[in-house]
């Protein structure tokens, strides 16, 4: 593969990503050191283009989060950096949203930043995430900078020039007088006092959330996990969406009597939550109690989500909130964009959130920080604490799913998208043949939903990335998912190229 393929072939939406480390399954090393210093490098001068500057009047910050390829990549970026012109601020090991806050805060201000991080994916796997103050960098933007690391040398500069800053305990303070101000606190100094919180930070860069935040304001912390970087991930992955991660904290809440756990992914723009009864607050339920929290400063507003949200949320959101519903398409930057969109015509929206946890507050910059949301969570408990209320009441209006099955079928052909965009119109144009209800509009795929013999939805929809179509299934009664999944089989007879084994088991 040539330099300009390789290099290209590192976007992943909006982000660079690939393996950084030899020796998992025979995977080869993609995201070299040389890469890495040439797309850093591209993005100073593609930042100098963007902002009008000189690149030696930048000040870009670079962090990372526990990966253990970080250091030896995070050197190259301030080699990058400094070698093409600007100043390098090395900011450690920190959060992707506190990277972006280095751009907001007074004491910091810088141009750009980079954030060194791969969420979730495994060990060997790393990444860059770029932001400038308008926020994370589009897709299109990142397609246009990689054509210039195409084009751009590797410089090797002494690193003696390179300034630390210490990013983390400024953004862990700011966090503090959030929640502060929102208790509205007569007890400054201590106002979490009473309440027993547990995080589990997988490992990954979260675990100062316990001693820079809740110890600073009088939580009990006791059974707390996994707060050591270790970018090996021993214990669980770093992925509030993980099966093994959620019953980790669920297990450290039960065992320790705790008020709420939280829990971090890897570089902390995700969150999810549980309760004190071992109640997962995540996915369609970490939507609906965002939103619940929000609705009373923001009456009749609407509320953006992603796909797959289960139509027990819309009902929740419209009917007991009396919110507006917006189901739009899979993807963080994908739904943040059209919560900005909605808002810049004038449509209030204050939250955009995907059942992945990524959610992001027009309050906070429109900015996917799980830290942000575990703060809004945080002073809900504390004001229900006060009332002697649980913040479970927020959302017991919310009707638990019953039965729920999500299947990823491979399309195994080299011109993926072309085929699986013909699946999608004939499986439409079947679904409606058969009577079914093909819910409009749909921003992603194609969704179906059954009332009456058999209740439920279903959703077909391309991945955004991978040659695969997802296909969710919801059924509200007992065998219920089953039914809508041989119905959904049987809407995609005779696609040879499509792997529709997951659906036969």
Not at 87 to 98: L, N
Not at 122 to 133: A, E, V
Not at 337 to 350: F, H, T
Not at 431 to 450: C, I, M, W
Request: proline share 3%; charged share 25%; hydrophobic share 40%.
């Amino acid at each position: 593969m040539s330099d300009e393929k390789a290099i290209l072939s590192l976007q992943n939406g909006s982000d660079v990503r690939g393996t950084a480390l030899e020796g998992v399954k025979g995977e080869p090393v993609t995201l070299t050191e040389e890469y890495v210093n040439r797309i850093a490098g591209a993005f100073v001068k593609w930042l100098a283009n963007k902002l009008g500057k000189k690149v030696t009047e930048l000040k870009i910050a670079v962090g990372h989060d526990s990966r253990i390829s970080a250091n030896t990549l995070k050197a190259q970026v301030l080699k990058a950096v400094l070698g093409n012109g600007a100043k390098a601020y090395d900011c450690g090991m920190a959060t992707t949203p506190a990277m972006f806050m280095s751009l907001v805060y007074e004491q910091t201000k810088f141009d750009g930043a980079i954030m060194i991080t791969a969420s979730h994916l495994p060990f060997n796997r790393n990444g860059l995430k770029f932001f400038t103050i308008d926020g994370g960098m589009e897709k299109s933007d990142l397609t246009d900078m990689l054509e210039i690391a195409v084009q751009t040398a590797v410089v090797d500069p002494k690193l003696e020039d390179v300034k630390k800053c210490n990013l983390i305990d400024i953004y862990a303070k700011d966090l503090c007088e959030k929640i502060r101000k929102g208790i509205n606190a007569t007890d400054h100094c201590h106002p979490l006092n009473g309440l027993h919180i547990v995080v589990d930070a997988g490992n990954g860069a979260g675990g100062f959330f316990v001693e820079k935040v809740l110890d600073q304001l009088g939580a009990d912390t006791t059974g707390s996990q996994f707060l050591n970087p270790d970018g090996h991930f021993p214990n669980h992955i770093p992925n509030p969406e993980n099966k093994q991660a959620m019953e980790a904290i669920r297990n450290a809440v039960i065992t320790n009597k705790a008020d709420l756990g939280l829990i971090f992914d890897t570089d902390v723009d995700r969150m999810s939550a549980v309760l004190a009864d071992g109640k997962e607050i995540n996915r369609d339920a970490l939507i609906a109690m965002m939103s619940a929290i929000l609705a009373p400063a923001y009456p009749g507003s609407t509320i953006i989500t992603d796909s797959v949200t289960s139509d027990k949320l819309t009902d929740f959101l419209q009917n007991e909130l009396h919110l507006k519903h917006h189901r739009y398409m899979r993807g963080y930057k994908n739904v943040i964009n059209e919560c900005k969109r909605l808002n810049a015509k004038g449509e209030v929206s204050p939250l955009a959130i995907e059942t992945s946890g990524h959610g992001a507050l027009k309050e906070n910059y429109y900015l996917d920080d799980g830290a942000y949301l575990a703060v809004k969570l945080l002073i809900a408990a504390a004001v229900a604490k006060k009332e002697n209320k649980s913040i479970e009441s927020l959302i017991e209006k919310l009707k638990p799913i019953f039965e729920e099955a999500e299947y990823r079928m491979a399309i195994n052909c080299e011109d993926f998208k072309t085929y699986g965009q013909m699946v999608l119109k004939t499986f439409e144009e079947r679904a409606k043949a058969k009577g079914y209800t093909v819910v409009k509009p749909s921003y992603e795929g194609v969704r179906l939903s059954f009332k009456g013999d058999v209740n439920g939805w279903a959703l077909l929809r391309q991945s955004l990335h991978d040659p695969k179509m997802p296909l969710n299934v919801e059924g509200d009664g007992a065998g219920d998912c089953g039914k809508i999944t041989a119905m959904m089989l049987e809407l995609l007879t005779g696609f040879d190229k499509l792997d529709k084994s997951p659906l036969q088991k």
